[in-house]
């Protein structure tokens, strides 16, 4: 099984760079940890520099990776500048670095980025200049996942496509098959459940009296009453089983004349109503 050590650059006092209302070091942990669950999935055994926003000192990262005995080393980064567009960094050895490097830089310009190509820097030392790429004594590259100063790379930026472009990437390079992740069951029309719709056959509802009604849909419902003010309506909340949207209507005490009321629930573009008997 494939060892990946995963580098979410920069946290704690060290933000990276900063823009827009964003710090690199919070969107580096974002694609880091869902990055981790990727390549999990796909086979993987992954670790990672860091999983919370803490500083760990740039010198330590190849270091920690090298003692787990990493078979590749991937760092996560947003660029920052005045450019746009995405770039992987490879070590000046080429190899499998540079290879690593080309498939995940192709899964990132996939995503629709400026394509700013693999690069790599030579230092004075006439070794790697990046500390990450460096330090490592296993094939390791640094992407940066667009520029967090540009409007067109933030508007198009998304954590979770971020880590399935790596991660595709890197099962590319090392030839095994990517699994995507099994997707949640969608529901395209309003099912609302727990209720029959026609007074008399209505739900009875004495006045303080709440009831939860449950509308499967994917969007927030919209939800009107009519009925003069004979019931309160709470604003829909999402399922914590995940179902759809609950929206609780309490009985108020009724008026000498209308004894129902009924809300009507749009949502994906289908309307439905619930009726309700006030007793
Ligand atoms: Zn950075």
Same mark, same amino acid.
């Given at each position: ?117 693999? !690069? ?5 030392? *006439? @070794? #790697?200049?990046? $500390? /990450? ?5 296993? +094939? ?79 969007? !927030? ?5 009519? *009925? @003069? #003010?004979?019931? $309160? /309506? ?5 399922? +914590? ?39």
């Amino acid at each position: 099984m494939l060892k990946v050590w995963i580098d979410a650059g920069h946290g704690g006092i060290q933000p990276g760079a900063c823009s827009q209302g964003y710090k690199e070091k919070d969107l580096t942990l974002q694609i880091a940890t869902l990055l981790g669950t990727e390549l999990t999935r796909c086979g993987f055994t992954v670790a990672q520099t860091r999983t919370t926003d803490v500083d760990i000192p740039l010198d330590t990262r190849g270091p920690l990776a090298n003692k787990w005995g990493a078979d590749y080393f991937v760092s996560v980064h947003l660029n920052a500048g005045g450019g746009r567009g995405a770039e992987t960094w490879c070590s000046i050895a080429g190899g499998k670095s540079k290879a690593l490097a080309e498939c995940v830089q192709a899964e990132l310009v996939g995503l629709g980025y400026v394509d700013r190509g693999v !690069k790599t820097r030579k230092g004075d030392d *006439g @070794r #790697d200049y990046l $500390a /990450v790429i460096r330090q490592t004594n296993m +094939p390791a590259v640094l992407a940066e996942v667009g520029f967090i100063d540009s409007t067109e790379d933030m508007a198009r930026f998304d954590a979770s496509k971020a880590a399935q472009a790596i991660a595709r990437g890197i099962c590319k390079h090392t030839g095994v098959a990517y699994k995507q992740a099994v997707t949640v069951p969608t529901f395209t029309a309003p099912e609302i459940t727990g209720l029959t719709l026609d007074t008399p056959n209505g739900k009875d509802l004495a006045a303080g009296e709440k009831y939860t009604v449950l509308a499967r849909c994917q969007e !927030k419902p919209a939800v009107t009453t009519v *009925g @003069r #003010d004979v019931i $309160a /309506v709470s604003e829909p909340r999402l399922d +914590p089983k995940g179902r759809g949207w609950l929206i609780d209507v309490q009985g108020l005490p009724p008026e000498p004349v209308v004894r129902h009321g009924h809300i009507t629930v749009t949502a994906d573009g289908v309307t439905q109503q619930c009726n309700f008997n006030v007793i």
